[in-house]
Every structure is written in C-alpha cells, then in structure tokens.
Nanobody, 119 residues
Framework: VQLQASGGGLVQAGGSLKLSCTAS????????MGWFRQAPGKQRESVAT??????RNYADSVQGRFTISMDNAKNVYLHMNFLKPEDEAVYFC???????????????WGQGTLVTVSS
C-alpha cells in the first residue's frame, strides 16, 4: 500500500490548511489512517488518527483546532485551523492496513508534506 500526501504549504498564523492523503494498492482494507508530524530537532509525534470504525483521536496540542476525516475511498484528510507557529513541521500520512482475509496488520507511511506557519 502506498500513501500519497498533499496540501502542505505556507500559511500565516491563525490561518487554515487542509492536508489530503490517498492510500493506493489492491486487495487491502484500512484499519486506521492518520497524521504524524516531525518538527526540526524533535521526535515524530501523532497528530490525529481515524479508525475504520470512526474513532478519532487527537493530540492535546491540536484538539479543537484540527479535524481528521476519512472516506470510503481510502482518503484521509486533516483540516487544520487556527494554525500556530508551533504547528510547523513535516506532516506524514500513516495507515495501518491488512490484506483481505488476513489478520496481520501492516503499516505504511507517506512521503511527508511540509507545513510552514509564519508568525
């Protein structure tokens, strides 16, 4: 399964940005999709995740500002509002998935998209 992310860019503090990610391949189903981010000199951290069953989880730092959504076409979106300079990072799309008829979960990562927030 390959993940293709898009939507990063430059935005002013307080602005909004939408990230998109598509999972492609054949013969698989999604368990969870989400977004992680990594700022310079920091560890990669989970931003938001969305299970196939509709459960959403957010990092405390983005709760109330970011919204994750997922559709049946294996796309996941991150709507980022009221962006802060500390949100600046490379954002990575993530998916946990399995081949049809199998129970073993696999992981895939997208290539990362840069979000720059100017103050």
């Amino acid at each position: 399964v390959q993940l293709q992310a898009s939507g990063g860019g430059l935005v002013q503090a307080g602005g909004s940005l939408k990230l998109s990610c598509t999972a492609s391949g054949s013969g698989f189903s999604i368990d969870t999709m989400g977004w992680f981010r990594q700022a310079p000199g920091k560890q990669r951290e989970s931003v938001a995740t969305h299970t196939d069953g509709g459960i959403r989880n957010y990092a405390d730092s983005v709760q109330g500002r970011f919204t994750i959504s997922m559709d049946n076409a294996k796309n996941v979106y991150l709507h980022m509002n009221f962006l802060k300079p500390e949100d600046e990072a490379v954002y990575f799309c993530y998916a946990k998935w399995r081949y049809w008829g199998r129970t073993y979960l696999r992981e895939s990562w997208g290539q990362g998209t840069l979000v720059t927030v100017s103050s």
